[in-house]
């Protein structure tokens, strides 16, 4: 895997997909004030009628957007929640009283109903990456120990852990065969002494996605760890965070939780709290703080006495965090909570189905198993990313494009007619 060449191209990518985005709302008047407004007119209505329980004319997507694991489209409603925060933050007193923190209460309870943790197993963070971090510091990994890991983990979490074996950890990288990290291979790699076995639940490369609970099983035998990246799977796969046994967990919200970026939630269950150390301190941690400096405050012999918060929040949470994000999430788990997740993931497979069937009669190889039923579905295209990529923008299709692959990630509000408009653009 190129880095340098995939990174490049997302970034083209983005750039064109906002002009894309921009050119058909100005060319949309319609369009244009509904979003402005944030209702659906009756011809827009008309317009986007389909997907899961009618999903579609929920979203204002000028182009086929097919890349919700890339970053996936919040409604109008998520954005009128959004809009409605932001009235507080010009300090509009028509709007009446609006908490700068945002819905977190509403949010996190809904996170905790929705993959099946406990409140205290739950805390705020900035991004995936800094719940792993987390993790890796919290078990105290930079002094030395054993991390398995695969090479379908995330990229940057696999650069974390390559600079750290540089300075003495004991790193083992299991390989994909078939497209897929074979339990096999990853039980024998977890050998005595292993602390940490840290995963991508669901693959952003090809979307393989393991089975959690078999995995901590054979890890807990072991005496390891299990910490999971579940970012391309929280909000379009099932997830019991309970019954998998994983032991730490974390995903940003940007992608199919809809939230946005810069709010992240971490999940470490209440048993394997106990082994971690707090790595990062700040405000969000107090728990009880009392003073004895300031004018009313009561004499001591201490300057100032301090206790942590009880739960994860009271390990991990440092401090200030975005607030917008999370009134876009508090909606859209509302959202997911109404849709049914294992309703999403039924939705989807038809289209997956026929993306199997059809895209290798063109030339592109497989990247995927053919029975997963993650979100995402890859393609090779060994350097055919640009004339890919050209075809699809002519045809105003949204997929993330490589330059050797391309990742296809369907969501609740496309169609069929999504699909096929994808692979006449390839045709």
Same mark, same amino acid.
């Given at each position: 895997?190129? +880095?340098?060449?995939?990174?490049?191209?997302?970034?083209? +990518?983005?750039?064109?997909?906002?002009?894309?985005?921009?050119?058909?709302?100005?060319?949309?008047?319609?369009?244009?004030?509904?979003?402005?407004?944030?209702?659906?007119?009756?011809?827009?209505?008309?317009?986007?009628?389909?997907?899961?329980?009618?999903?579609? @004319?929920?979203?204002?997507?000028?182009?086929?957007?097919?890349?919700?694991?890339?970053? $996936?489209?919040?409604?109008?409603?998520?954005? =009128?929640?959004?809009?409605?925060?932001?009235?507080?933050?010009?300090? !509009?007193?028509?709007?009446?009283?609006?908490?700068?923190?945002?819905?977190?209460?509403?949010?996190?309870?809904?996170?905790?109903?929705?993959?099946?943790?406990?409140? !205290?197993?739950?805390?705020?963070?900035?991004?995936?990456?800094?719940?792993?971090?987390?993790?890796?510091?919290?078990?105290?990994?930079?002094? *030395?120990?054993?991390?398995?890991?695969?090479?379908?983990?995330?990229?940057?979490?696999?650069?974390?852990? +390559?600079?750290?074996?540089?300075?003495?950890?004991?790193?083992?990288?299991?390989?994909?065969?078939?497209?897929?990290?074979?339990?096999?291979?990853?039980?024998?790699?977890?050998?005595?002494?292993?602390?940490?076995?840290?995963?991508?639940?669901?693959?952003?490369?090809? *979307?393989?996605? $393991? !089975?959690?609970?078999?995995?901590?099983?054979?890890?807990?035998?072991?005496?390891?760890?299990?910490?999971?990246?579940?970012? %391309?799977?929280?909000?379009?796969?099932?997830?019991?965070? $309970?019954?998998?046994?994983?032991?730490?967990?974390?995903?940003?919200?940007? =992608?199919?939780?809809?939230?946005?970026?810069?709010?992240?939630?971490?999940?470490? @269950?209440?048993?394997?709290? %106990?082994?971690?150390?707090?790595?990062?301190?700040?405000?969000? %941690?107090?728990?009880?703080?009392?003073?004895?400096?300031?004018?009313? !405050?009561?004499?001591?012999?201490?300057?100032?006495?301090?206790?942590?918060?009880?739960?994860?929040?009271?390990?991990?949470?440092?401090?200030?965090?975005?607030?917008?994000?999370?009134?876009?999430?508090?909606?859209?788990?509302?959202?997911?909570?109404?849709?049914?997740?294992?309703?999403?993931? +039924?939705?989807?497979?038809?289209?997956?189905?026929?993306?199997?069937?059809?895209?290798?009669?063109?030339?592109?190889?497989?990247?995927?198993?053919?029975?997963?039923?993650?979100?995402?579905?890859?393609?090779?295209?060994?350097?055919?990313? =640009?004339?890919?990529?050209?075809?699809?923008?002519?045809?105003?299709?949204?997929?993330?494009?490589?330059?050797?692959?391309?990742?296809?990630?369907?969501?609740?509000?496309?169609?069929?007619?999504?699909?096929?408009?994808?692979?006449?653009?390839?045709?």
């Amino acid at each position: 895997m190129n +880095n340098k060449d995939s990174i490049l191209t997302s970034v083209n +990518n983005v750039n064109a997909s906002r002009r894309k985005l921009l050119s058909g709302l100005a060319a949309a008047a319609p369009v244009a004030a509904s979003l402005s407004a944030l209702s659906v007119s009756p011809a827009y209505a008309a317009e986007g009628q389909g997907g899961l329980k009618n999903s579609r @004319r929920d979203f204002a997507m000028a182009t086929t957007y097919i890349n919700g694991a890339y970053t $996936h489209p919040v409604s109008r409603g998520a954005a =009128k929640a959004v809009q409605h925060y932001l009235s507080g933050r010009v300090m !509009d007193a028509d709007k009446g009283s609006v908490s700068f923190s945002g819905d977190r209460t509403k949010a996190m309870d809904l996170f905790a109903e929705l993959f099946n943790a406990r409140e !205290d197993e739950l805390a705020w963070i900035p991004s995936t990456m800094h719940g792993e971090n987390h993790v890796v510091a919290g078990l105290g990994l930079h002094q *030395g120990g054993r991390v398995v890991t695969d090479v379908y983990h995330f990229t940057g979490s696999l650069f974390m852990y +390559n600079e750290m074996a540089k300075k003495g950890l004991d790193l083992h990288i299991v390989e994909a065969r078939d497209n897929k990290i074979q339990l096999d291979d990853l039980e024998k790699a977890i050998t005595p002494g292993t602390k940490l076995v840290a995963l991508t639940l669901v693959s952003n490369i090809g *979307g393989f996605q $393991h !089975d959690l609970k078999a995995v901590c099983d054979i890890a807990h035998a072991k005496g390891a760890m299990v910490y999971a990246d579940i970012i %391309q799977c929280a909000g379009a796969t099932p997830v019991d965070l $309970h019954s998998s046994g994983v032991d730490f967990a974390a995903c940003s919200t940007y =992608k199919w939780l809809m939230g946005d970026f810069g709010i992240g939630i971490m999940y470490a @269950r209440r048993e394997s709290q %106990q082994r971690l150390q707090r790595s990062q301190f700040g405000y969000r %941690q107090e728990g009880k703080v009392v003073t004895h400096f300031l004018p009313g !405050d009561p004499a001591g012999d201490q300057i100032i006495e301090t206790e942590p918060r009880s739960g994860l929040a009271g390990l991990v949470e440092i401090g200030t965090m975005g607030s917008a994000g999370v009134a876009s999430l508090a909606y859209s788990l509302e959202y997911l909570k109404n849709l049914g997740i294992q309703e999403i993931e +039924n939705w989807r497979q038809p289209f997956l189905q026929t993306l199997h069937q059809e895209i290798p009669k063109l030339g592109y190889k497989t990247m995927t198993p053919a029975d997963s039923r993650s979100p995402i579905i890859t393609f090779e295209c060994v350097d055919k990313g =640009k004339m890919v990529y050209e075809k699809l923008q002519k045809a105003g299709v949204e997929v993330t494009v490589y330059k050797n692959r391309f990742r296809i990630s369907p969501s609740f509000y496309n169609t069929m007619e999504d699909v096929e408009t994808l692979i006449r653009a390839l045709s």
